[in-house]
């Protein structure tokens, strides 16, 4: 069944099962889809006629918020295929030389699947971030906790999403697909650091 369609309760359920996946990486996509759908809602809050000015900027954030959560969703089931590969390529016979080549490669090759949807959850936690920052300026201040909220669900994506990739590095024999992806996994101090300072902001602004 797919996540979209699973009930809360259902994937909290095999989250905490004994099972290979879902693990930290759905997690972390599913807090990339929250961030996404929190701001979503923060959006549809401001198409009043009060905010009539910022109304095609509001269309483009609806709009990339709903294709971010979809996005995130499928990276969630991704992440569970992924294992799923791993363990048919590990369960592959190796009693002959050859057999363990074809058994190294496969397992290699789906490492390296494994850790794929890690890495771009990063991306999409940077792309929330960027739109909680426009969202704060512009949005409709009843909400502003809200934007705050997705923040702090895409700070917590990104972190997510980088430890999970991270333990998956050490396995990967594509030494260009690595550099890509440690590249990609050095961005996240700064994603991180873009929603501390956004919530900060906000947590300021709701105090004064």
Do not use: C, K
Not at 78 to 105: H, N, Q
Not at 131 to 154: K, R
């Amino acid at each position: 069944m797919p996540i979209s369609d699973e009930t809360i309760a259902g994937f909290l359920g095999r989250l905490a099962a004994r099972v290979p996946a879902p693990g930290g990486a759905s997690a972390a996509a599913l807090h990339a889809a929250l961030a996404a759908s929190l701001l979503g809602m923060v959006a549809r809050y401001t198409t009043r006629d009060e905010y009539a000015e910022h109304r095609e900027t509001i269309g483009h954030i609806i709009a990339e918020t709903d294709e971010l959560q979809g996005i995130a969703l499928r990276l969630a089931e991704a992440d569970e295929d992924a294992f799923r590969v791993v363990i048919g390529a590990s369960r592959l016979p190796s009693g002959t030389e050859a057999e363990a080549a074809v058994r190294s490669g496969a397992i290699a090759r789906a490492v390296l699947r494994v850790a794929w949807p890690a890495v771009q959850v990063i991306s999409l936690a940077r792309i929330a971030v960027d739109l909680a920052e426009a969202l704060a300026a512009i949005g409709n201040p009843t909400v502003i906790a809200d934007v705050a909220a997705a923040a702090e669900a895409a700070r917590a994506a990104a972190a997510i999403a980088r430890v999970s990739a991270e333990i998956n590095l050490s396995g990967i024999t594509d030494e260009q697909a690595s550099l890509e992806m440690i590249t990609d996994l050095g961005t996240v101090d700064e994603i991180v650091a873009r929603a501390e300072a956004l919530t900060a902001t906000i947590r300021d602004q709701i105090r004064a």
